[in-house]
C-alpha cells in the first residue's frame, strides 16, 4: 500500500492523533471511560496501521522489535512490583493504601502505576504478535 | 426508542452470525466478524456499559481482525470440507444451546435493581468508590484497586499469550538456523 496516496496522506493525518487519544483514555481512564487496557490496544493499533500503510521496516524504526519483545514481561513487572511494594510497606499484597501520604491518595498512586503496567503489557504483546505474523508470512 | 435499536442490532447480529456459519470464503467470514464485534460494541453502548465496549471496539472489531487477516495470510483462504459427518456436532451445538436457554430461564428479569448480584458488595463500591480511591470512574477502582487480583491475572493472561504466540510462530525459522550453523561448524571443523 505504499504507493497509495490518499491512505498515505489519511493515515499521517490520523496518527498522531490516535497516539494522543490512547494517552487521553490511559490518563483520562479515572475519569471517564476506558483504561490501561483500552489505552494499549489503541496504541498498538497506531503502530500496527503505520505497519500497514508504511511497511514493516517504518514501524520497526518508532517501534523496535527487540524494544517491544523485553516491554512484554516488563508490564506485568510493573503491576506485580505495585504489589510488592505494598507489601514492603507493611499491608497486603496489592494494597496501595500506603503508597501515598494518606489511604485515598496512596490507592490513587497505585491505581495509575497499576494500570501503566497494564499499558505497557497489553501494547507491547499486541505489535509483537503482529511483529511475529509479518515475520512468519515472509 | 431504546426498544427498537436494541431489536435492530440484536436482528442484524442474528443475521450476521447465520452469514459467518454459512461463509467459506475466510476473508469474508472474518470481515463478518469484525462487523459483529462492532454490532456487540453499539450494542453495549446501549446498555451504558461504555468502558467494555470501547474494549469491544478496540479488541474485537480492530486488532483481533487485524490478527486473523495476518493470519489468513499464512493459510488457504477457502474453508475445507469437513472429513466427517456434521451430525454429531450438530447435536453438540443444540445441546448446549437448549441448556444455555433453559438456564436464562431461572434468571432473574432483566434489568431487576434488586437481583442478588447488585446486593452483594457492588453497593459498597459505588459508595465508597471516590472517598477511599479518590477515582470517580467505579470501573478503574473496581478494576484496578478491589479487583487488582483478578486484573493481574488479566495482564498475566495476555503476557502468556503473546509469549506463546511468538514462540510458536517464531520456534521453527530459529531451528533452521541453529541447523544451518551446526551445519557451517561442523564443515568448517572437517
Not at chain 1, 503505520?50 to 522489535?65: N, T
Not at chain 2, 442474528?14 to 456459519?21: E, H, L
Not at chain 2, 467494555?52 to 475445507?80: D, I, K, P
Request: aromatic share 8%.
Amino acid at each position: 500500500m505504499k504507493r497509495d496516496l490518499i491512505l498515505r496522506v489519511i493515515a499521517k493525518l490520523t496518527l498522531p492523533f490516535m497516539l494522543l487519544f490512547a494517552l487521553y483514555v490511559q490518563f483520562h481512564g479515572e475519569l471517564g471511560p476506558g483504561g490501561g487496557f483500552q489505552a494499549g490496544v489503541i496504541a498498538a493499533g497506531m503502530v500496527i496501521l503505520h505497519a500497514l500503510i508504511f511497511g514493516i521496516r517504518e514501524a520497526k524504526r518508532i517501534a523496535p522489535q527487540a524494544l517491544v519483545e523485553r516491554l512484554v514481561p516488563l508490564g506485568v513487572l510493573i503491576y506485580a512490583g505495585t504489589g510488592i511494594v505494598g507489601l514492603l510497606t507493611g499491608v497486603n499484597f496489592l494494597d496501595y493504601s500506603r503508597l501515598g501520604p494518606d489511604s485515598p491518595h496512596g490507592h490513587e498512586y497505585g491505581i495509575f502505576a497499576v494500570e501503566v503496567g497494564v499499558l505497557v503489557t497489553v501494547s507491547s504483546t499486541m505489535i509483537a504478535i503482529f511483529y511475529a505474523f509479518v515475520e512468519r508470512g515472509r | 426508542m431504546e426498544a427498537l435499536i436494541n431489536m435492530a442490532l440484536l436482528t442484524l447480529l442474528a443475521v450476521v452470525t447465520v452469514g459467518i456459519a454459512r461463509q467459506r470464503n475466510l476473508f469474508g467470514a472474518i470481515i463478518l466478524a469484525g462487523i459483529y464485534s462492532f454490532l456487540m460494541a453499539s450494542l453495549l453502548v446501549v446498555l451504558d456499559a461504555v468502558d467494555v465496549a470501547m474494549t469491544e471496539a478496540s479488541v474485537g472489531a480492530g486488532v483481533s481482525t487485524v490478527f486473523l487477516l495476518a493470519a489468513l495470510h499464512l493459510a488457504r483462504s477457502m474453508e475445507q470440507k469437513p472429513h466427517h459427518s456434521p451430525v454429531l456436532p450438530m447435536v453438540v451445538a443444540v445441546g448446549v444451546g437448549a441448556a444455555l436457554f433453559w438456564g436464562t430461564v431461572g434468571l432473574a428479569p432483566f434489568g431487576t435493581p434488586d437481583n442478588v448480584i447488585h446486593k452483594h458488595v457492588a453497593p459498597k463500591y459505588l459508595a465508597d468508590s471516590l472517598k477511599e480511591t479518590m477515582v470517580p470512574n467505579v470501573v478503574t477502582s473496581t478494576l484496578a484497586d478491589y479487583r487488582g487480583y483478578d486484573t493481574l491475572g488479566e495482564t498475566t493472561v495476555i503476557f502468556t499469550a503473546g509469549v506463546g504466540v511468538m514462540l510458536l510462530l517464531k520456534g521453527r525459522r530459529r531451528r533452521k538456523a541453529e541447523a544451518q550453523s551446526a551445519k557451517a561448524r561442523s564443515e568448517a571443523a572437517q
